[in-house]
T-cell receptor
């Protein structure tokens, strides 16, 4: 069985541009999480989906960040008007249920120039 | 204000010896703790977890100890192997948080042959 996949693996964009990062969770996992890892830091929670709905988006830094999961499987993290401070590795994780262990994807490294 | 702290950025041990990685937390609402291992360019991989109702959990060479009164947990790896060289992250969650994890900054373990 495939693990969590994320595309693209690397994304370089110019300041002010819009980017979309995709996450394909493990089949059957209802819970999906997005984290952001900056250099020298641990992953930082962004948003959690249970099914199609965002159950907790308290970690999103501001309204430039938005995420969707329209069919309860694939999720897309969207960042508008990117800033250099958005440069980080964006990690996606999924689990069978909210309190089960989370399986992480390899991440998308976003670089904003 | 860091809720999960890993005060040692790095640790070096000899192959065959014990590795002890430490983690402290400040939030008394945390009741579930996990250790993840991360290799470069990969996502974190779940290693072992412990619930706050226990003080020890063992899985093969890996043992996690929890001291609730001290708000401290540790991961013991014995015997250490060169393949254990990676960054280890301590993470915690509170049941009411729906599973979003709070991570420490990580400890880079180097196991020398």
């Amino acid at each position: 069985g495939a693990g969590v996949s994320q595309t693209p693996s690397n994304k370089v964009t110019e300041k002010g541009k819009y980017v979309e990062l995709r996450c394909d969770p493990i089949s059957g996992h209802t819970a999906l999480y997005w984290y952001r890892q900056s250099l020298g830091q641990g992953p930082e929670f962004l948003i959690y989906f249970q099914g199609t709905g965002a159950a907790d988006d308290s970690g999103l830094p501001n309204d430039r960040f938005f995420a969707v999961r329209p069919e309860g499987s694939v999720s897309t993290l969207k960042i508008q008007r990117t800033e250099r401070g958005d440069s980080a590795v964006y990690l996606c994780a999924s689990s069978f249920s909210p309190l089960e262990k989370q399986y992480f994807g390899p991440g998308t490294r976003l670089t904003v120039t | 204000d860091q809720q999960v702290k890993q005060n040692s950025p790095s640790l070096s041990v000899q192959e065959g010896r014990i590795s002890i990685l430490n983690c402290d937390y400040t939030n008394s609402m945390f009741d579930y703790f996990l250790w993840y291992k991360k290799y470069p360019a990969e996502g974190p991989t779940f290693l072992i977890s412990i619930s706050s109702i226990k003080d020890k959990n063992e899985d093969g060479r890996f043992t996690v100890f929890l001291n609730k009164s001290a708000k401290h947990l540790s991961l013991h790896i014995v015997p250490s192997q060169p393949g254990d060289s990676a960054v280890y992250f301590c993470a915690a969650s509170a049941r009411g948080s729906q599973g979003n994890l709070i991570f420490g900054k990580g400890t880079k373990l180097s196991v020398k042959p």
